[in-house]
Nanobody, 122 residues
Framework: QVQLVESGGGLVRAGGSLRLSCVAS????????MGWYRQAPGKERELVAS???????NYADSVKGRFAISRDSAKNTVYLQMSSLKPEDTAVYYC????????????????WGQGTQVTVSS
């Protein structure tokens, strides 16, 4: 059983900062890419940022220069540092990870966290 648990969401004023964390736990052999997605009311879930096991990162154009993704592979944890937040960043933020469960299962399954609410007031 694998769980992804996010934390760090909350209410912040425009221009403020928040740091999200996501810890993967359970039966884990290795983790491939990890990422953050968000879904605002009435909108589709969209990729915010991702990071490979080698540390390569990718960002949505809307957050480039404001958000930074990082990971601590020893702790199976991924972070999202969000700065200069805008009201349009308001959404539920979800953690995602590609996880290989055992040495004998040579493939990665997709796992999601339960989401954490980020609300940016104007």
């Amino acid at each position: 059983q694998v769980q992804l648990v996010e934390s760090g969401g909350g209410l912040v004023r425009a221009g403020g900062s928040l740091r999200l964390s996501c810890v993967a736990s359970g039966t884990i052999f290795s983790i491939n890419a990890m990422g953050w997605y968000r879904q605002a009311p009435g909108k589709e879930r969209e990729l915010v940022a991702s990071i490979t096991s080698g540390g390569s990162t990718n960002y949505a154009d809307s957050v480039k220069g404001r958000f930074a993704i990082s990971r601590d592979s020893a702790k199976n944890t991924v972070y999202l540092q969000m700065s200069s937040l805008k009201p349009e960043d308001t959404a539920v933020y979800y953690c995602n990870a590609g996880i290989r469960l055992t040495l004998f299962k040579n493939y990665y399954n997709d796992y999601w966290g339960q989401g954490t609410q980020v609300t940016v007031s104007s």
